[in-house]
Each structure stands twice: as structure tokens, then as C-alpha cells.
């Protein structure tokens, strides 16, 4: 059974950054693509960015580009999201996900082609 913890949020003033972790079990890790995703109140979950791990390869969304970073330690079986020059519209629960086959696709927005999901972890960022 695949299971994934998030960690790190928190509060921070808009500028700031934090990195969450999302430590993953029950899995060969570089087998899958993974993903981060947000969700703030009132408003439909949203890709931050999806990474292919066997190979590396990433996708980030407009709004996040030259800001956040996902990485992975595969020893640790730990996949993470630097962000940078956090905004206030930042504010939301993160998420990180497995997804549906090996690779970060075309689909990699669509929270539907994940499928193991975290409980989240509670970003605010104040203005």
C-alpha cells in the first residue's frame, strides 16, 4: 500500500521561502512520476509541478516557474519543493501525489491521473 506524509508548511511573509517534504512508502520510488499540488479555500486543486523520478525531468506551472524547485532524494524515498519569493496568493494546503504511470505527461495538471495523495501540509503566506 502506497502511502506519503507531507511536511514543512507553515507561515511566512510574502518574499520568504520554506521547502516541503513529502516522504513516500510502500513503493519502488523511481518507479513512479510524482507531483505537487495546492489547494486553497474555496478553490480547485491545482499542479505546482510533477517530476518523472527515473529520469529527473520536471514540469512546473506558469505561475511558479523561477520560483519553486522539486527535487528528490530517492535514497530517502523523498521527494521536495523549494519555494522562493513566496506570494500571499500562495496561501493554500499542499499536496503531493503519485501518479498513474511512469511519467509526467501532457496530463500532468490533472489531479486525476494521481492517485495516492497525502493528507497536506498547510502553507500561509502573510502580506
Known amino acids: 500500500q502506497v502511502q506519503v506524509v507531507e511536511s514543512g508548511g507553515g507561515l511566512v511573509q510574502a518574499g520568504g521561502s520554506l521547502r516541503l517534504s513529502c516522504t513516500a512508502s510502500?513503493?519502488?520510488?523511481?518507479?513512479?512520476?510524482m507531483g505537487w499540488f495546492r489547494q486553497a479555500p474555496g478553490k480547485e486543486r491545482e499542479v505546482v509541478s510533477c517530476?518523472?523520478?527515473?529520469?529527473?525531468?520536471?514540469y512546473y506551472a506558469d505561475s511558479v516557474k523561477g520560483r519553486f524547485t522539486i527535487s528528490t532524494d530517492n535514497a530517502k524515498n523523498t521527494l521536495y519543493l523549494q519555494m522562493n519569493i513566496l506570494k500571499p496568493e500562495g496561501t493554500a494546503m499542499y499536496f503531493c501525489?503519485?501518479?498513474?504511470?511512469?511519467?509526467?505527461?501532457?496530463?500532468?495538471?490533472?489531479?486525476?491521473?494521481?492517485?495516492?495523495w497525502g493528507q497536506g501540509t498547510q502553507v500561509t503566506v502573510s502580506s
Open positions: 501525489a503519485t501518479r498513474v504511470g511512469r511519467y509526467c505527461d501532457d496530463d500532468y495538471f490533472e489531479a486525476a491521473k494521481y492517485n495516492s
Open positions: 510502500g513503493l519502488t520510488f523511481d518507479d513512479y512520476a
Open positions: 517530476m518523472t523520478l527515473r529520469i529527473g525531468s520536471a
